[in-house]
């Protein structure tokens, strides 16, 4: 590891650790942006836009004249410009600046490296808590990932492992990672809100509400919005397609070549990588959301909670509900349990989902039909029975039974030996149903065709079909 190895990067890590680690930190910064607007950043333009931030700067800049950076220290004592100066000398000691060279201009060209850029986003992402769209970015990288897995001329299938596992995999550990800071998170608002004791305090938080616009602006938006819901299904659905396409055995053959490993291994290490990807978005991501609304509901019922004690003006709350519990641990069990009766009876609570489009669409009326009506059993002797039975099952005969359908494939094949799914466009729901019927009469002596499964599905505009041929019985 070239970090450890090569002693260009020994101080990589110092401008983070020192007194003046947070006006390093935004200079840095200024730096990366500045570099996105222009095709080469040079020395001159590196120090103007770091004297431009100390002018501006509200951080007091500290002596470090005990430190080891010699020459590069910065000092409240120096000006601007020499302050500028001993910080890019200091990043180039460090590795975070490229080695001095000379660009056409004539000036020295002053490139934030690479890995430090790499190292400064990082720390952004991890640290500069601004979850606007994590989760749904997550969400749509592990959708688009698997969408170009499922087509054979994208170039992410030449490389499957590296190009399309790897990065779903990495999806997929994010999004948990972001599930998981919004649980902490909640409990954080929590304690935040029980240390809360003027009215003041509730009224500027409630007007912000900064914790729940901070943490969960994205969460809200999955809830509220019917689109990730969507693309969840699908994501489910190409998981399920993709071990069952050649990209899949291309993923084994690429880890074998990378890893020195056997078949057996690489299957083994995939299929395990496939079903906790298979595990999370199924089961886990349902529930972690669930138990993250919970607490959100959990929240807002807290809140309204300790607002109303701290509103209670001199009525100290806390000290009535501890001389409560005090009488209640004393006291007798069955006593115990009258009181906790009578108080429980005090609090009425309700518990709120979220409105669904199905539970707001107007239902459609039913045509009524004319031919069917209720039979008043004891009014009808057997044999009249019989006779309506009989007439039933004369006007509304079995549209599935194993004539219909063995003469439903006798127009199908004609003069064919066999059909397969795979070939036939099948349109409508009766079409569906004659196919799935022949697999549950296939082998009996009074149908005349036998099915074979080809392994697979079969993605028709009616339903998923597994992939049979079906063929004339010897």
């Given at each position: 590891?070239?970090?450890?190895?090569?002693?260009?990067?020994?101080?990589?890590?110092?401008?983070?650790?020192?007194?003046?680690?947070?006006?390093?930190?935004?200079?840095?910064?200024?730096?990366?942006e500045?570099?996105?607007?222009?095709?080469?950043?040079?020395?001159?333009?590196?120090?103007?836009?770091?004297?431009?931030?100390?002018?501006?700067?509200?951080?007091?800049v500290?002596d470090?004249?005990?430190?080891?950076?010699?020459d590069?220290n910065?000092?409240?004592?120096?000006?601007?410009?020499?302050?500028?100066?001993?910080?890019?000398?200091y990043?180039?000691?460090?590795?975070?600046?490229?080695?001095?060279?000379?660009?056409?201009?004539?000036?020295?060209?002053a490139?934030?490296?690479?890995?430090?850029?790499?190292?400064?986003?990082?720390?952004?992402?991890?640290?500069?808590?601004?979850?606007?769209?994590?989760?749904?970015?997550?969400?749509?990288?592990?959708?688009?990932?698997?969408?170009?897995?499922?087509?054979?001329?994208?170039?992410?299938?030449?490389?499957?492992?590296?190009?399309?596992?790897?990065?779903?995999?990495?999806?997929?550990?994010?999004?948990?990672?972001e599930?998981?800071?919004?649980k902490d998170?909640?409990?954080?608002?929590?304690?935040?809100?029980?240390?809360?004791?003027?009215?003041?305090?509730?009224?500027?938080?409630?007007?912000?509400?900064?914790?729940?616009?901070?943490?969960?602006?994205?969460?809200?938006?999955?809830k509220?919005?019917?689109?990730?819901?969507?693309?969840i299904a699908?994501?489910?659905?190409?998981?399920?397609?993709?071990i069952?396409?050649?990209?899949?055995?291309?993923?084994?053959?690429e880890?074998?070549?990378?890893?020195?490993?056997?078949?057996?291994?690489?299957?083994?290490?995939?299929?395990?990588?496939?079903?906790?990807?298979?595990?999370?978005?199924?089961?886990?991501?349902?529930?972690?959301?669930?138990?993250?609304?919970?607490?959100?509901?959990?929240?807002?019922n807290?809140?309204?909670?300790?607002?109303?004690?701290v509103?209670?003006?001199?009525?100290?709350?806390?000290?009535?509900?501890n001389?409560?519990?005090?009488?209640?641990?004393?006291?007798?069990?069955?006593?115990?349990?009258?009181?906790?009766?009578?108080?429980s009876?005090?609090?009425?609570?309700?518990?709120?989902?979220?409105?669904?489009?199905?539970?707001?669409?107007?239902?459609k009326?039913?045509?009524?039909?004319?031919?069917?009506?209720?039979?008043v059993?004891?009014?009808?002797?057997?044999?009249?029975?019989?006779?309506?039975?009989?007439?039933?099952?004369?006007?509304?005969?079995?549209r599935?039974?194993?004539?219909?359908?063995?003469?439903?494939?006798?127009?199908?094949?004609?003069?064919?030996?066999?059909?397969?799914?795979?070939?036939?466009?099948?349109?409508?729901?009766?079409?569906a149903?004659?196919?799935?019927?022949?697999?549950?009469?296939?082998?009996?002596?009074?149908?005349?065709?036998?099915?074979?499964?080809?392994?697979?599905?079969?993605?028709?505009?009616?339903?998923?079909?597994?992939?049979?041929?079906?063929?004339?019985?010897?």
């Open positions: 590891m070239i970090l450890f190895d090569n002693a260009e990067y020994d101080r990589f890590f110092n401008p983070l650790c020192c007194k003046n680690r947070r006006i390093y930190y935004e200079c840095i910064l200024q730096l990366i500045k570099s996105k607007t222009v095709p080469l950043l040079y020395e001159t333009d590196a120090k103007d836009c770091i004297v431009l931030y100390l002018r501006n700067c509200t951080y007091a500290e470090e004249s005990g430190s080891d950076n010699g590069e910065i000092s409240s004592k120096k000006s601007d410009m020499e302050n500028a100066g001993a910080i890019l000398r990043f180039r000691s460090c590795g975070w600046i490229s080695e001095r060279e000379i660009g056409r201009s004539g000036d020295n060209i490139t934030v490296m690479p890995f430090c850029r790499k190292i400064i986003d990082s720390i952004q992402r991890i640290f500069d808590r601004d979850t606007s769209g994590a989760l749904t970015n997550h969400i749509f990288a592990i959708y688009d990932t698997l969408k170009s897995a499922l087509d054979a001329e994208h170039g992410r299938t030449i490389r499957p492992y590296s190009n399309i596992l790897l990065p779903l995999t990495d999806n997929v550990s994010d999004l948990k990672n599930l998981q800071i919004l998170s909640i409990r954080t608002i929590m304690r935040i809100v029980i240390k809360m004791t003027e009215v003041n305090t509730f009224g500027q938080f409630l007007i912000k509400d900064e914790m729940m616009n901070l943490f969960f602006n994205d969460y809200f938006f999955i509220k919005n019917g689109l990730i819901p969507g693309y699908e994501i489910e659905k190409m998981l399920r397609q993709i069952n396409i050649d990209v899949y055995d291309n993923m084994v053959h880890y074998e070549t990378l890893k020195q490993a056997d078949e057996y291994k690489a299957r083994e290490i995939i299929d395990g990588q496939f079903t906790e990807i298979q595990g999370f978005i199924n089961y886990d991501y349902v529930k972690e959301m669930d138990y993250i609304d919970k607490k959100i509901n959990n929240y807002y807290l809140y309204s909670t300790r607002m109303l004690m509103l209670s003006n001199n009525t100290n709350m806390q000290t009535y509900l001389d409560l519990l005090t009488i209640l641990k004393e006291i007798d069990a069955e006593e115990r349990e009258i009181v906790l009766a009578e108080i009876k005090i609090y009425q609570l309700s518990s709120y989902k979220y409105i669904g489009r199905k539970s707001i669409e107007r239902r009326k039913r045509r009524p039909n004319i031919k069917s009506g209720a039979i059993m004891s009014s009808l002797s057997d044999d009249e029975k019989a006779k309506l039975t009989q007439e039933l099952l004369h006007e509304y005969p079995d599935y039974s194993v004539g219909q359908v063995a003469r439903y494939f006798d127009a199908l094949l004609s003069d064919k030996v066999s059909v397969e799914t795979s070939n036939q466009n099948i349109k409508d729901r009766d079409e149903m004659m196919v799935a019927a022949s697999i549950i009469y296939s082998g009996s002596d009074d149908f005349p065709y036998e099915v074979e499964f080809l392994g697979g599905t079969v993605e028709t505009e009616v339903a998923s079909i597994s992939n049979i041929r079906i063929k004339r019985a010897r």
